[in-house]
């Protein structure tokens, strides 16, 4: 960790928009003797909306310092705007546990890119309910846990899987190809993100490929979200679409549609894994 990485934390922020927000976080962080580096905002409505911050600075002695500067901005403002707010620091690395069945090409996206250190986290385990990936994520070092699961053992599994999963901060569905249980997500709220391999709202539930192109659709794309106990109806994090047409077969749709997969994933998890979401109801803001 270097010293930039040490002192460094984000701020997110969300309340109803009222003058003097920005200069009473900003001032507030100037007596800290903060530095701000990046600031970004949104407001639903020019006057009287929503309004969603978020602020990056770096602070000396950060650490020592964390306690009572989250007291102290939790008096001073957040309390005088009503906000909801929390503030995190970067050297708090985060912790993700992943799951998946078969399919391979979305968690090997993730494991690639955090072995190149594009993901800022700590991947702690591999859960799936079939051997088939045990080598290719063992060769990235990084543990692999089969839990079977079939209509008679599920809530045992997903307990199994829950007790796993402690301590992490996200999990991660790469192709998880289980409907996990209202009680299991109810335990994760907004602290699992999957892919789900079509352009929602469109094509939810199994095979949207072959739905697809019995629809000769003319755009396919993938969608990142999170999870909920409605099938495929979370917070969107992020989208992305690939442009086909008639000539393109089932197998052709899928081999392209899993190359938005991987990427979609990918940038909802790092944007996740550097504060940038706030989710607001059923919908995100997504600093980019």
């Not at 078969?102 to 494991?111: F, G, I, S, T």
Request: a negative charge.
């Amino acid at each position: 960790m270097n010293m930039t990485t040490a002192n460094t934390a984000r701020l997110l922020i969300t309340c109803e928009d009222k003058p003097g927000i920005v200069q009473a976080v900003s001032s507030f962080l100037y007596h800290q003797g903060a530095n701000i580096t990046a600031l970004d905002q949104y407001a639903t409505e020019a006057q009287g909306g929503r309004y969603f911050m978020r602020v990056e600075f770096e602070l000396d002695h950060l650490q020592s310092r964390r306690e009572s500067l989250t007291q102290t901005f939790a008096s001073n403002v957040a309390e005088r705007y009503d906000m909801q707010w929390r503030l995190g620091l970067v050297s708090d690395v985060k912790k993700v546990g992943i799951l998946v069945s078969r399919v391979d090409h979305a968690l090997l996206e993730l494991l690639w890119r955090h072995a190149r250190g594009g993901l800022p986290c700590e991947i702690t385990t591999v859960v799936s309910n079939h051997e088939d990936l045990r080598e290719s994520v063992e060769n990235f070092g990084i543990p692999f846990v089969v839990v079977p699961v079939n209509k008679d053992n599920k809530e045992e599994a997903y307990a199994k899987i829950d007790e796993i999963m402690q301590g992490n901060d996200l999990l991660v569905l790469a192709r998880y190809m289980q409907i996990l249980s209202e009680s299991f997500v109810a335990k994760w709220e907004m602290k699992i993100i999957n892919i789900h391999h079509s352009f929602l709202p469109a094509f939810v539930g199994a095979n949207p490929y072959k739905q697809a192109y019995e629809k000769g659709v003319k755009l396919i794309g993938a969608t990142a979200h999170y999870v909920t106990a409605d099938l495929d109806q979370g917070p969107i994090i992020e989208q992305d679409v690939e442009r086909v047409n008639h000539d393109f077969t089932v197998d052709q749709l899928r081999e392209l549609g899993q190359d938005v997969e991987r990427n979609v994933l990918a940038r909802a998890v790092k944007w996740h894994l550097e504060d940038r979401i706030i989710v607001d109801g059923h919908k995100t803001v997504v600093f980019q």
